[in-house]
């Protein structure tokens, strides 16, 4: 059974930094791609950053464009976020997910075939 477990969320002031960790446990993984997603209340769940096992990295939306960092340790089958100069706007949960594939659209969810639980993001201002 594939399980995602993330780890790394908190309550950090305006202007700070949180890393995001996911890893993946469950099965081997070759060819795969793992995101992060974010929701916050009353929102869709929206789109942050991709990466497939070649280090190739997706599009990020202007939102956090600049701020937000994702990089992956294939050896561990696990996936970070780095998230810098945080702001009031970026409280939400965050998600990651794995996409068990090639050539998906990473930037939809569903291409993602496993989900974490979630993970709290709070920024006070």
């Known amino acids: 059974q594939v399980q995602l477990v993330e780890s790394g969320g908190g309550l950090v002031q305006a202007g700070g930094s949180l890393r995001l960790s996911c890893a993946a446990s469950?099965?081997?993984?070759?060819?795969?791609?793992m995101g992060w997603f974010r929701q916050a209340p009353g929102k869709e769940r929206e789109f942050v950053v991709g990466?497939?096992?070649?280090?190739?990295?997706?599009f990020t939306p202007d939102s956090v464009k600049g701020r937000f960092t994702i990089s992956m340790d294939n050896a561990k089958n696990t996936v970070y976020l780095q998230m810098n100069s945080l702001k009031p706007e970026d409280t939400a949960v965050y998600y990651c997910a794995l996409s068990d594939g090639v050539g998906r659209f990473l930037m939809s969810a569903d291409a993602y075939d496993y989900w974490g639980q979630g993970t709290q993001v709070t920024v006070s201002s």
């Open positions: 990466i497939n096992w070649n280090g190739i990295r997706t």
């Open positions: 469950g099965r081997t993984f070759s060819r795969y791609a």
